[in-house]
């Protein structure tokens, strides 16, 4: 970063919505600077108004907009009192826009090719000796695309999500801008696309220099990109700080509650309150708008506005109690009672030599297609009871489906699988009641699982009226309890589900499986959809509910921080194989499997030092007779992990590994990757 | 590879429904319980005029020969003999297809620009009193009966300001001239009733692309409004624009028996409703027939249409 | 902790709260139908002459204040006949485009949650049946329910049904299509919940907007049909005061007396009118957009 006049001065922004006949004040004095070549990065929970800040970067707004005080300078121009022209002449060319959802961004009719060629015509190469196409290839192949030469000639359908999002950087890039202004870029991705995403931008600003805007929701991404970073809640600028300043000493109690609640990999170290609650736009105070949420409120804190006010060096903070917050900050919340499972007991769940696959989709189409290859083949484990398994994997891997064969939506092709020491019968049509009410099922969205037009009490009483209460209770107790349980109160029954908050709605799909009185929850992925505060309290749901009802929990998850926090033993799966079983703790330390490898280090924050080459894309196609695993192993050990099927290997802790390489050999590739960055 | 099973199932699809088509005319009109020859002459006929009809029709055969045999000289382009004139059906329909097709092709030349020219000016000033003037206008012409519609035309053009005729009768003498003036008012009552339709829905299709995030993209790439407007909106607008067209060639089928009976224009349309006052059962079978293949083979098209404009299926 | 919850709005609150709300055209539809409704009920009471009444005044008399749509060639007073048939038309295109709804919703329905080759062999009839142009179909059918039945209602709103019920269908079964994917579903079947029940708890509940949307839809082109029909003369028969009929009968005078088939003709319109206003506000209100796919 170099001294001198800031690249971007955002001056006390003030901008509001219109909504009906009013207008909604968003944004409220919204100050910040990014110097040269600085990466700034814009971090709060949806609807914080971050991205509309970002947008002003570029001068644009919804026509519902309007700016009500305040400067945008880039470069000392003011972008909020630029004509059309003149703003048409800046974007694309010295701001440029790296949108959130590059499958809808890219025009879809239109090859890939000529849509950074129309930005090279529109503002001129930025290198005068070289003709727009060479530039086009050149920009491929700086963002890593393959066969930079032929790409351009592609739509963006045939393009993968990741790939999408590096022809999308390329074009933000063509003109070689001083600003890019990134939008969430890598909120779609998978863990792995979205680590070579962060790694090639990291790259690119070493190589190109240019200062970058960073939209954020994820606290963690920005800990490996960002050199400062501004913390923003409901349209207030609540903390700025260099990056490893708010990760090692946050001030706000907002920004504290938001690192708290970022899931980790590891256990042990400091960890403070996560959030709670909501935030709620129209119950906002006339002073600090956290302050509904705050543990550590005082109450002028309502009444008085907070201004940003130096806390340190290039450290600002808008409390007025920051001072007094200082010492009593850090506290340590461990939950220490994880069930010690008692593995001799008879598995509630045994999955023996499974291979699943779907049909070709139309009835008529069965007599023409040839069977598919199977999405899961030769899947062995059981769950005993009280137990929380985890099967975790990136998207593709087969875990949801697993789930769903469980619960009887396919049927398994070849295998058996196990209930209470049953076989189950394929589809849920062939199984009895008894069978149906043990095993519920919670799916990922609560906003799809719940019909939207029934009341929530009518939607958890159902089951109950099926299956009828096996307690003897009335539906109208029944209901009332499993509210209960969840943590909702009794008045949420008379609601429909577009009232309640996305916590809320995964509470109450929670309680109908629950009023089921089920032996086994099968939970497929049921925290992706929700916000990072609302997940740790679902989190503690889970951990308490298991606790007292002695539930055995089925848990899907791509997410190996909530895996860590939950689960007592884990699988790993991989394009539909077990890759590595065992205790949670077992699977957090050496020996890893390669891929288990992979997978930890590819958590935001989680890497020793940047820099280190990025597990290339999943391939498609059937997998070959080899490991599946082979061809994008970092340490593939030679010609027979592309032919034969690889051994399972148990170490003494019981852990199972499914590996060509010994064990002892993949005990010694690094341990646990720390979070340099978080723990100062 | 995709295109081509996609259309080749598409147009397999087309014929199975051709067939259906086919059979449900035969059972509504003469496997439907009671006597076709009692239908036909109605209660007052003598026994023996009956039996007449009866043999001409061949009724004591099963339905199921019946059908075949009549499928069999459809497939062969021979629809019977009219029970009216006992002239060859096809001899009667070809005159007054030629003179339908005159004056859809008509209607559509004024269609185009009374579709487009709106929904371009409703879209670009979309929320603006001119929208909502369009908007209304619209609406209110949509939901004026093509019937009224062409009365209030006759009112206006032949009653008020008498340049047009009334009647629109043409034959193989008249001159070019005179079928110009003829299909005019016509014409115009079927464009209006098209255009309206066409509108309302391009300007809700030109609206929703424009609110992509594709066109915003445009937008921040630096584009100026007009080259935002033409190289990214317009083009993705397009596919659903042939759709609408489709719809309303299948409309037009429809609208053509009620617009050619109000001017006695002597097409297809007014020889369907002629037919059916005159019971004359070979013509109407052979009418609607073709009346639905006309509308089975536009949808194929504007399907094949979309089929080969998606990007999503086209190849590299 | 457990999560408080403020009481919800009372129906009638939310209901008067919606219609503060709703978009302008549904306010002005509904009022225009609302008078439509009013005539209709109470037309026969206090219309200036009878319906077949005669000698009201001078044959093919123009405009008056006596006579405002005119006197036809019978004597009869256009205004009082229409007066008189505002809820035959109302009758006829609500109870047609009602059947059709029910038909066309349920075989619908359950062709898009079954599947198989049942929702296939009906999905290749529903779709035969709407490529016969509808007018034309509807023609047909009255054409091979023969003469004795012709002029009946009950053939008339029979034959709106047949029209309307497989379009109707097709929007159905889409809908279906779109609402079984939902996980909602999924868990009312691994519940083991029956077809029927599905249908009736998790299908219909959300498809009624959709449905709603094409009922009124369909309802507004109701009149216009039925008028079609009576102007052919395939529809009602005379002396029905039906107003496509009556426009048909005064053809012939709209040189003498233009306002003889205004008088019907408006009338008419401005039912369409108020039912097409009052369909584009509801869409709106539900966040839909009308589908006008075929008239």
């Not at chain 1, 239109?110 to 530039?135: C, F, T």
């Not at chain 3, 299509?177 to 299908?203: C, H, P, Y």
């Amino acid at each position: 970063m170099s001294e001198g006049p800031p690249l971007v001065e955002v001056q006390g922004l003030d901008l509001a919505y219109r909504h009906r006949d009013d207008w909604l004040r968003v944004l409220h004095g919204v100050s910040f600077t990014i110097g040269q070549g600085e990466t700034f990065g814009l971090v709060g929970e949806s609807g914080c108004g971050k991205s509309t800040v970002a947008y002003q970067l570029l001068g644009y707004r919804r026509p519902n907009a309007r700016v009500e005080g305040g400067k945008v300078l880039f470069q000392g121009r003011d972008m909020l009192r630029l004509s059309r022209p003149e703003l048409d002449s800046l974007r694309g060319n010295r701001v440029a826009l790296v949108p959130q959802n590059p499958t809808t961004a890219l025009s879809p009719g239109m090859r890939v090719g000529e849509q950074i060629a129309e930005v090279l015509a529109l503002h001129g190469p930025p290198d005068h000796g070289i003709a727009a196409a060479g530039r086009t290839v050149e920009l491929f192949h700086l963002v890593g695309l393959p066969a930079p030469e032929r790409i351009g000639r592609r739509y963006p359908h045939q393009l993968s999500g990741g790939q999408q999002q590096r022809v999308a950087i390329a074009m933000a890039l063509a003109c070689d801008p001083a600003l890019v202004v990134l939008d969430e870029p890598t909120t779609g991705l998978d863990v792995t696309t979205q680590e070579q995403i962060l790694e090639l931008l990291r790259s690119l600003r070493r190589r190109l220099g240019m200062s970058m805007l960073y939209v954020t929701h994820d606290l963690g991404v920005l800990a490996e990109i960002a050199d400062r970073i501004g913390v923003m809640y409901a349209g207030h600028m609540v903390e700025v700080a260099p990056t490893s300043v708010l990760f090692g000493a946050p001030r706000h109690p907002y920004a504290r509650g938001l690192l708290a609640s970022l899931p980790r990999i590891e256990e042990t170290g400091p960890r403070g309150r996560p959030l709670r609650g909501l935030l709620r736009r129209d119950d906002l105070p006339a002073g600090c708008p956290f302050q509904p949420r705050c543990d550590d409120a005082e109450p002028s804190c309502a009444i008085s506005a907070q201004r940003l006010e130096p806390a340190g060096p290039g450290h600002e903070v808008a409390c007025q109690r920051w001072r007094r917050l200082d010492a009593a900050a850090i506290e340590t919340a461990r939950d220490g009672t994880r069930p010690v499972t008692p593995l001799g007991e008879a598995p509630v769940l045994a999955v023996k030599g499974v291979d699943l696959r779907y049909d070709a989709a139309a009835w008529w189409g069965r007599w023409f297609a040839a069977s598919t290859p199977p999405v899961v083949s030769g899947l062995d484990f059981a769950v005993a009871a009280g137990e929380t398994f985890a099967l975790v994997g990136e998207s593709g891997s087969g875990k949801s489906t697993i789930a769903r064969a469980i619960s009887g939506m396919i049927a398994p092709a070849t295998g058996s699988i196990l209930f209470q020491g049953e076989k189950l019968p394929g589809l849920v049509r062939a199984r009895t009641t008894e069978q149906r009410r043990r095993i519920q099922y919670i799916f990922q969205n609560p906003d799809a699982s719940l019909n939207p037009r029934a009341r929530a009490g009518k939607i958890i009483a159902r089951p109950l009226e099926l299956f009828g209460a096996a307690s003897g209770a009335s539906v109208a107790a029944g209901v009332a309890r499993a509210l209960d349980e969840v943590r909702l109160d009794a008045g949420f029954a008379a609601r429909y589900p577009d009232q309640l908050s996305g916590g809320e709605r995964q509470r109450v799909a929670i309680a109908r499986a629950l009023i089921a009185e089920p032996t086994l929850l099968l939970c497929d992925e049921i925290l992706s959809a929700l916000d990072v505060s609302v997940q740790a309290s679902i989190i503690e749901l889970l951990r308490r509910l298991r606790r007292e009802l002695r539930l055995t929990l089925l848990f899907i998850s791509h997410d190996l921080a909530v895996v860590r926090h939950l689960a007592d033993r884990v699988g790993v799966l991989y394009r539909g194989r077990l890759m590595e079983v065992g205790r949670v703790d077992d699977i957090f330390a050496p020996p890893f499997h390669p891929y288990t490898h992979e997978l930890l280090m590819a958590v935001p924050g989680a890497r020793k030092e940047a820099g280190r080459a990025a597990l290339g894309p999943a391939p498609s196609g059937a997998p070959g007779k080899g490991c599946v695993f082979a061809g994008r192993c970092p340490v593939q050990a030679g010609p027979q992990c592309e032919n034969e099927t690889p051994p399972w290997r148990t170490a003494e802790s019981g852990l199972k590994i499914r590996c060509h390489i010994p064990l002892n050999e993949l005990g010694q590739r690094p341990p646990t990757p720390n979070r340099e960055v978080l723990s100062p | 590879m995709i295109v081509l099973r996609l259309l080749v199932g598409r147009v397999l699809l087309s014929l199975v429904t051709l067939l259906l088509v086919s059979l449900l005319i035969f059972l509504i009109l003469e496997v439907l319980p009671g006597d076709v020859a009692s239908r036909i002459l109605g209660r007052d006929a003598t026994p023996e005029v009956l039996a007449t009809l009866r043999a001409q029709l061949q009724l004591d055969d099963p339905a199921a020969v019946r059908y075949l045999r009549w499928l069999a000289g459809v497939l062969q382009g021979d629809f019977g003999k009219a029970l009216t004139s006992s002239r060859p059906i096809g001899q009667i329909l070809g005159p007054r297809i030629f003179n339908t097709i005159l004056l859809s092709a008509y209607a559509f030349l004024i269609y185009i620009p009374l579709a487009l020219v709106p929904a371009l000016i409703q879209a670009v000033n979309r929320d603006r009193p001119i929208d909502h003037a369009l908007s209304t206008v619209t609406l209110v012409l949509l939901s004026v009966p093509d019937f009224l519609l062409a009365t209030l035309l006759m009112i206006g053009f032949v009653v008020m300001i008498p340049v047009l005729p009334a009647i629109s009768l043409v034959d193989d003498t008249s001159t070019v001239w005179q079928y110009v003036r003829a299909m005019t008012l016509p014409a115009v009552t079927l464009a209006i009733v098209m255009a309206v339709y066409a509108v309302r829905m391009l300007r809700d299709n030109l609206i929703e692309v424009l609110d992509s995030e594709y066109v915003r993209m445009a937008e921040l790439k630096g584009l100026s409004p007009r080259l935002v407007l033409l190289r990214h909106a317009l083009p993705n607008a397009l596919v659903p624009t042939l759709n609408v067209t489709a719809l309303n060639l299948a409309y037009l089928i429809g609208g053509v028996v009620i617009v050619e009976k109000v001017f006695s224009y002597p097409g297809f349309g007014s020889l369907l409703v002629d037919s059916l006052q005159l019971r004359d059962l070979p013509v109407i079978e052979a009418t609607v027939m073709i009346a639905a293949s006309v509308y089975i083979g536009a949808n194929l098209l504007a399907d094949i249409g979309a089929i080969l404009l998606n990007p999503r299926l086209r190849s590299g | 902790m457990v999560l408080a919850v403020t009481g919800p709005a009372s129906r009638w609150r939310r209901a008067l709260l919606a219609w503060r709300r709703s978009p302008v055209s549904f306010r002005a539809g509904a009022a225009l139908l609302l008078v439509h409704a009013i005539v209709a009920a109470t037309g026969p009471f206090w219309a200036p002459y009878g319906l077949s009444q005669m000698g009201t005044g001078a044959p093919l008399a123009g405009m008056s204040w006596s006579h405002p749509f005119g006197v036809d060639q019978l004597g009869r007073d256009i205004f009082s006949r229409v007066v008189h048939g505002g809820h035959i038309v109302l009758l006829l295109s609500l109870s047609g485009t009602f059947l059709g709804l029910v038909v066309g919703a349920v075989i619908g329905l359950l062709s898009g949650y079954v599947r198989g080759w049942i929702d296939e062999a009906l999905q290749r009839v529903l779709e035969a049946l709407i490529s016969i142009p509808f007018l034309v179909l509807a023609l047909i059918a009255i054409a091979a329910a023969g003469p004795e039945l012709s002029g009946n209602p009950l053939l008339v709103i029979l034959v709106v049904a047949l029209v309307y019920a497989p379009r109707i269908a097709r929007i159905a079964r889409a809908a279906a299509l779109d609402i079984v994917t939902r996980d909602f579903v999924t868990v009312a079947r691994l519940r083991g919940e029956s077809a029927w029940s599905v249908m009736r708890r998790e299908l219909l509940p959300n498809a009624s907007g959709v449905l709603l949307v094409e009922f009124a839809l369909r309802a507004g082109y109701a009149p216009v049909l039925i008028g079609s029909l009576g102007f052919l003369g395939f529809g009602m028969r005379p002396p029905t005061p039906e107003w496509g009929l009556m426009i048909s009968e005064n053809r012939a005078l709209i040189i003498v007396s233009p306002i003889t088939v205004l008088g019907p003709g408006l009338t008419l319109a401005s039912l369409v009118v108020g039912l097409n206003l009052f369909t584009e506000g509801l869409a709106r209100i539900l966040g839909r957009t009308v589908r006008r796919a075929d008239k």
